[in-house]
């Protein structure tokens, strides 16, 4: 019903900053909630963060509150993630994903991902 496709990965030094964007198209993109997830090697995708169909409600994972910030513009069916202050703890694969459902930090309640994008942050 959506498709998602992620952008804006790279390498950056510790305490840099990147922005990542997520285009999606085949269904009406603010029937959907959004959230970012990353998966380091060998571990297991941990939630992020999430932004409400309106973009008037956000939750952060802790380990990136204050740092990160997702944002949403329905007009042109894109959300992003302007990821600060990075750590090299913050390396993993970064993905967008859709959904309907409301518990925002469980991957079940997002039915759609992107192919996600590399974040290497270097000490």
């Known amino acids: 019903q959506v498709q998602l496709v992620e952008s804006g990965g790279g390498l950056v030094q510790a305490g840099g900053s990147l922005r990542l964007s997520c285009a999606a198209s085949g269904s009406t993109f603010s029937s959907y909630v959004m959230g970012w997830f990353r998966q380091a090697p060998g571990k297991e995708r941990l939630f992020v963060a999430y932004?409400?169909?309106?973009?008037?409600?956000?939750y952060y994972a802790d380990s990136v509150k204050g740092r990160f910030t997702i944002s949403r513009d329905n007009a042109k069916n894109t959300v992003s993630l302007q990821m600060n202050s990075l750590k090299p703890e913050d390396t993993a694969v970064y993905y967008c994903?859709?959904?309907?459902?409301?518990?925002?930090?469980?991957?079940?309640?997002?039915?759609?991902w992107g192919q996600g994008t590399q974040v290497t942050v270097s000490s």
């Open positions: 932004i409400s169909r309106s973009g008037v409600i956000t």
């Open positions: 994903a859709a959904g309907v459902r409301s518990t925002y930090y469980s991957e079940s309640s997002y039915g759609y």
